[in-house]
């Protein structure tokens, strides 16, 4: 296989884990199981290898202004030590990336933007930095990256840790903690609708760490069920719900966009759209007739094409065939009845909520 591979490679060989090649590196799409793996996050315990994230440091007297302008969300609105769901608009207003903002302080944050598109997006702001007092480091090989969640993620965490995970709320992190004698940065964030954390630490320390949470009782996971957990959870994927053709508005985030602060890269373009009104709109669909709904699937209704579906699975927890779909604003009604077209057959299905998952 042709891929970067991460410093935890030889483990996931070692543990048995399936390797394939995503966004150019090689990882493990599962190692006993989907569903498996799967219900261990739900329910216990488990840890995804998610070093192929990028990690860019921005520093200076201008790094607030800075991302105050490149992303959509207002960075003076969290605090030292906080986290912040945010979005790369293109001048279009369509999504380059989406990506969390970690803020240091005024003159320091660090932006962890998706695999696929790290090259992308460094390129992306270095050729709009001009006029910015800022630098700006691609440290994405530097660090390894590792998501332990589920329900007993802070039990399993705290027992190689030496700080006490009581301090540290949703969406904080803490830097320069000691995790198993390893210097680290701990975030309680993650991307499956349950607890977690996730962890940031020199590279060459991925194996060791990794390796040590599963002594102590976590499960490794792999890509497989990362992607039906987050969808369960209604959380977004780039490539899936939105890309550089689709607004965010229609991919259900205007909560990452603050229209009241100063001018930032695609808010006229998307304040317009607002006003005029959605025409799309992402919503839910559960198949009430046989068969699993799948990325890209045409969604109908009398005949005619309506929208597609970006995410389908026969969700684990759930228990359900159901997707995400984006369809004409006027369809996307609760209780709608409606057709998916699986090859050449067109199934029943009903326009449902797309928060699928009950909170325990």
Not at 196 to 216: A, F, H, R, S, V
Request: aromatic share 10%; with cysteine; net charge negative.
């Amino acid at each position: 296989m042709d891929a970067k591979k991460t410093a935890i490679y030889d483990c996931h060989v070692q543990l048995g884990g399936n390797m394939v090649e995503y966004a150019g590196w090689a990882l493990p799409s599962e190692f006993t199981g989907l569903v498996d793996e799967h219900n261990t996050v739900r329910n216990d315990v488990g840890i995804f290898d998610v070093s192929h994230m990028g990690e860019f440091f921005i520093t200076g007297p201008d790094t607030i202004k800075f991302n105050n302008y490149i992303l959509s969300n207002d960075i003076t609105k969290i605090e030292n030590g906080q986290c912040q769901y945010s979005i790369l608009l293109n001048e279009k207003g369509g999504v380059v990336d989406d990506l969390l903002v970690f803020k240091y302080n005024d003159e320091k944050v660090l932006w962890v933007p998706n695999g696929a598109n790290t090259d992308k997006d460094f390129d992306w702001i270095m050729a709009r930095k001009d006029g910015f007092d800022v630098e700006i480091v691609n440290a994405s090989r530097s660090y390894s990256e590792i998501a332990i969640q589920g329900p007993k993620s802070k039990e399993v965490l705290q027992k190689a840790l030496d700080y006490n995970l009581d301090e540290l709320e949703n969406f904080h992190f803490v830097d320069d903690v000691t995790l198993d004698g390893k210097k680290v940065l701990i975030s309680r964030t993650g991307y499956t609708g349950e607890l977690g954390y996730e962890i940031y630490c020199d590279w060459e320390d991925g194996d060791d760490i990794w390796m040590k949470l599963i002594e102590l009782g976590a499960k490794p996971c792999g890509l497989g069920c990362r992607d039906t957990l987050r969808f369960e959870a209604s959380m977004p994927l780039y490539g899936n719900e939105m890309d550089e053709d689709n607004s965010p508005l229609e991919a259900g985030l205007k909560f990452a966009i603050d229209f009241n602060k100063d001018d930032f890269i695609g808010k006229e373009p998307l304040a317009k759209k607002l006003e005029e009104g959605l025409k799309r709109k992402l919503i839910g669909l559960e198949l009430t007739g046989k068969g699993i709904p799948r990325h890209g699937y045409a969604v109908l209704k009398d005949g005619k094409e309506i929208g597609k579906i970006t995410t389908g699975y026969l969700a684990p927890t759930v228990g359900k065939p159901i997707a995400n779909v984006i369809i004409d604003a006027e369809e996307a009604v609760i209780g709608n009845e409606v057709e998916v077209q699986i090859r050449k057959r067109v199934v029943p299905a009903v326009i449902i909520s797309k928060r699928f998952l009950q909170k325990k």
